[in-house]
């Protein structure tokens, strides 16, 4: 398996809600990667995954909050979200934390009404 | 932290001819430079890479130029097909940092 995938597809959320935006790889990858993408900008980095334990927060509110069950998961737990956190959150994956080539899941695109 | 700037925002060309996308960094620890072409509603696809010890490298018809002292990297893409119609990110890394710092995009736009 040489993909990232990430589930839902598509979620549409109240402000009230809590969801969760799930990614997985099987490709052995130790670094894992949450991003934000809105409309016609590049993917903004949220938060990076080393070995399971969190690496990097980029002074993400703490709305969002991450958690990698294991070497192949990584979750985004959303809560009481803002109508501006409507975007298309990636998922990404590398081999080791500062190897270079990060691989890219399909996203999942939220709406926050 | 890392700045990366990318010039133009938009290019059009017409099918079989060349199209050059250049970027820009500050940080000169900055050793690893991907770029990545994104089709509208997919995922960001990595095409080709060069890192801070090689000046060129291409792929087909895909090539990019690194030039570290002036703090340059460029997207070649020659003999252009519809199908390269995207947004095209460049990105940058700094040393062993996890961090990728990606350039604001070019949307190509490749006309029959």
């Known amino acids: 398996d040489t993909e990232v995938t990430q589930t839902p597809k598509h979620l549409v959320m109240g402000m009230t809600n809590k969801k969760s935006l799930k990614c997985e790889q099987h490709?052995?990858?130790?670094?894992m990667y949450w991003y934000k993408q809105k409309a016609k900008k590049p993917p903004e980095l949220m938060f990076v995954?080393?070995?399971?334990?969190?690496?990097i927060n980029e002074s993400v509110p703490s709305r969002f909050s991450p958690e990698c069950p294991n070497s192949s998961l990584l979750n985004l737990h959303l809560h009481a979200l803002q109508p501006e956190d409507s975007a298309l959150y990636l998922c990404?994956?590398?081999?080791?934390?500062?190897?270079?080539?990060?691989?890219f899941g399909p996203g999942t695109r939220l709406l926050v009404l | 932290g890392e700045n990366v700037e990318q010039h133009p925002s938009t290019l059009s060309v017409q099918e079989g001819d060349s199209a050059v996308i250049k970027c820009t960094y500050s940080?000169?620890?900055?050793?690893?430079f991907p770029w990545y072409k994104q089709e509208l509603g997919k995922r960001p696809q990595l095409i080709i890479d060069?890192?801070?010890?090689?000046g060129e490298k291409k792929d087909q018809r895909i090539a990019v130029t690194l030039n570290k002292t002036a703090k340059h990297f460029s997207l070649h893409i020659t003999e252009t097909q519809p199908e390269d119609s995207a947004v095209y990110f460049c990105?940058?890394?700094?040393?062993?940092?996890?961090?990728?710092?990606f350039g604001t995009g070019t949307r190509l736009q490749v006309t029959l």
């Open positions: 940080d000169s620890a900055s050793n690893y």
């Open positions: 990404a994956s590398s081999q080791e934390p500062a190897q270079e080539t990060q691989y």
């Open positions: 060069i890192r801070s010890n090689v």
């Open positions: 490709m052995g990858h130790r670094a």
């Open positions: 995954y080393s070995y399971e334990k969190l690496s």
């Open positions: 990105a940058a890394r700094a040393g062993t940092a996890s961090k990728l710092t």
